[in-house]
């Protein structure tokens, strides 16, 4: 995957992938009937679950589609439900891989957690996290043995508001799940590292207004849409960035026109269309 790539322009392609698959839309009509949608996962389920460009489009892009939303709220809850109840606190839920929870927890911290949850879902949520507290008091406990609450935790709210996360950062992180280390890396040892160098900012001037105060407060603590990645520029000056955005332009205008038999005949925009966008989307996906 590149992490240079921004995915604004590819979202409206790998929404419209998601939901074109035959899983998305058993998982949809799961969700509108209220159903488990584990209970007895199909194939086409299956592969929706072990999707590559699903699992890499959700820590890395917010999806503002309400159908999508519906489903993943969905699952959300289902993974929560199920968690004791049919694996067990310490072990996996076998039907669900634990990719799909991890990249879900992953988005659902980039989104700010902004899934809906009813009161039952956020006690049972609740008493996941205390569980977890409990066990983290304990200095001779497995930290190890944790690591499937510790992702259903992390669907809910950040590990970093875990009394004792700090434990989990002095077990070495080779030892956890290749797909709960990024969790750990968001959520706990980049916040470290983003105080460190807070420390060391220097102010040019105090800030001491109430309001003020209250609004660098909140979007330091919930930054939204968080940057998970950051578009590398290949040139050096405003000037030869415009110049080769214009450059590019005519070339796409010319190209564009070369189909219709007359300049005449050619539209004054040319639009992109979803089909062309969408190899395009697998391609710097699958970087």
Known sequence: MDGNLSTLFLIPAIV??????EGFQILQKNARQGEDPFTSVVPAVAAFLCE????AALPRMPIADGAVEEVLTHMRRWILLRFGAVSGLAAPDPEVPAEFICALARHCFFSGYAFFADENELKRAASVREALQETLRDATASLQTLESSLVVASLYDSLHTLKGCQRLLEHPM????????PILQEQLENRKREAEIAMQLASITTIDDKVSLAVRAQYEENPYPRWVTVPSPNTDTIESSRADSVRVKRSASVHARCRYSSPAAAPATIPFRLPGLIPIAKFWLSI
């Open 52 to 55: 590559p460009l699903l699992l």
């Open 16 to 21: 419209a992938l998601i939901k074109s698959g």
């Open 174 to 181: 080779a030892d956890w799940g290749e797909a709960f280390r």
